[in-house]
């Protein structure tokens, strides 16, 4: 019985992965500097600086989009020519995915991101409160794509005990952010009825919670995606 | 990745299984045991309980098969050369015998009868089964006396009855258009699908059951080999189709259920969709992606 490496499609699968491991690492990067943006617009009380840090928002998407076109042109490339089987099977379509899902999870941000700009400096001294619960929630994000990261990483069929700890804490850190996006939007309709927020401020954040939730919800389908990938099995964790 | 198994190529079908059973847990990472299909009884249309087979004093080439075969599916078999798949698709219709003198254990049923009970009448069997081969295998005769030399040996003379059947039978495995103005011209004169499909038809000629065939397009070019799988996906609505088939595309495309053997063993028999996504053995992956054969 010969082993066979299959050199051509191994190549074309670690390098189908190693782009979607990119993504990753743009999309977490594009987090990361929202997260900082809150984080100094809260601690120094200061007005956003709007153009850089929209600007270097704005490339990584641009990236994160260019990428995913070249990823989707490999998987199909894959499916074509070396018509996989079973896990790589699996890795590949659930590729097709987990590329929409980090397009939607980097403009999703780049979305909340300019929306906060939107919102004139007159009224941020009122949104102390707010700023918190979005870095929570984009913490939350994060700690969801350390989740899938892990899982997509891991060998196939990963052990019980790490399937139940992601599937178990993904749970909780969405519907912690379901929960943060709930209260935070009644949060912001009180500031305007009265609090005196500009209606039109009170929209914008509004518009950002809802980007910052839908962040949560495609981190979950990539996480359900590595899920399936690894075990087969298809998992709702949202 | 290697098949990851590790054990000697000398093993027997037999020592194969006392092997493998200790390294199942490992081999599927603790999924829980894999079930074989079970069907209601008036659906079977094999079963092997319990069937070995030896050739003569060897040790067993099958080992132990306890498996139900659905009837009106394909059903495929694929493993690596020399896993017992021909062995085990001659077992069904006794053709193993024409090799070597055989030693049998368990029982195989066909439509609820045991093959290997001394009053089965072997011809009729081979009737009931029909089987196609690798590389078609015309007889030295008209495309006509192709379809009526099964027929005649069962005692049909009428020449009506035999032109019925004839031009049916060409139907059936969609030759008929191509060949009805040149019935008695030679068989070698056709294509190679043309023969394949010619062989079909004279299989299809005695009213068989099931269609047994041992790579029934690897010896066919692309378009033939489309047709062949069109035909089969035909003909499964009247007949049981078990096939052999090394190509893992080919029993992708056409095949109900999948039976993946190895060592003469079956390592997984299930949903040929099901076992395409997810095999359950990494034994099963490694080969059908092609990690080694």
Known sequence: MANISRTNLVEMLNDLKNGMLKMELLVEENLEKLLDFLKASTEEKMSFPKSERLNDVKTNDLTIRSLGDGLENKAVKILSLQAPVGHDLRFVISSFRMIYDFERVSRDAYNAFVKMLDVPDSDISKLNDQYKVFETSIDNSKRLLKHFVNLYQSEENPSSDLLKKTIDESILLDNEIDDLFKASSEQVLSLVHNQGLEIESGYYLLSAIRSLERVGDHVCNLIERALYIQTGTKYEIK | MSNQLNLPKSLSAKEFAEEFSKMRKEQTRGLEELKFPTFPSQDVAIEFKNFSLSYGEAPESLYNLSLQIPRNKITAIIGPSGCGKSTFLRSINRMNEEISPVKIAGE??????????????????????????????????????????????????????????????????????????????????????????????????????????????????????????????????????????????????????????????????????????????????????????
Not at chain 2, 149 to 161: D, L, Y
Not at chain 2, 211 to 236: N, R, V, W
């Open chain 2, 108 to 293: 195989l049923l066909v439509e609820g009868k045991n093959v290997y009970s001394p009053d089965v009448d072997v011809l009729q069997l081979r009737t009931q089964v029909g089987m196609i081969f690798q590389k078609p295998q015309p007889f030295p005769l008209s495309i006509y006396n192709n379809v009526i030399f099964g027929p005649k040996i069962h005692g049909i003379k009428s020449k009506a009855q035999l032109d019925e059947i004839v031009q049916k039978t060409l139907k059936d495995v969609g030759l008929w258009e191509e060949v009805e103005q040149r019935l008695n011209d030679h068989a070698y004169g056709l294509s190679g699908g043309q023969q394949q499909r010619l062989c079909i038809a004279r299989a299809l000629a005695v009213n068989p059951a099931i269609l047994l065939g041992d790579e029934p397009a690897s010896a066919l070019d692309p378009q033939s080999t489309y047709q062949i799988e069109d035909l089969f996906l035909k003909l499964k609505e009247k007949y049981t189709i078990v096939i052999v088939t090394h190509n893992m595309q080919q029993a992708a495309r056409i095949s109900d259920y999948c039976i993946f053997m190895y060592s003469g063993n079956i390592i997984e028999y299930r949903k040929t969709d099901e076992m395409f996504e997810n095999p359950h053995f990494r034994l099963t992956e490694n080969y059908i992606s092609g990690r080694y054969g």
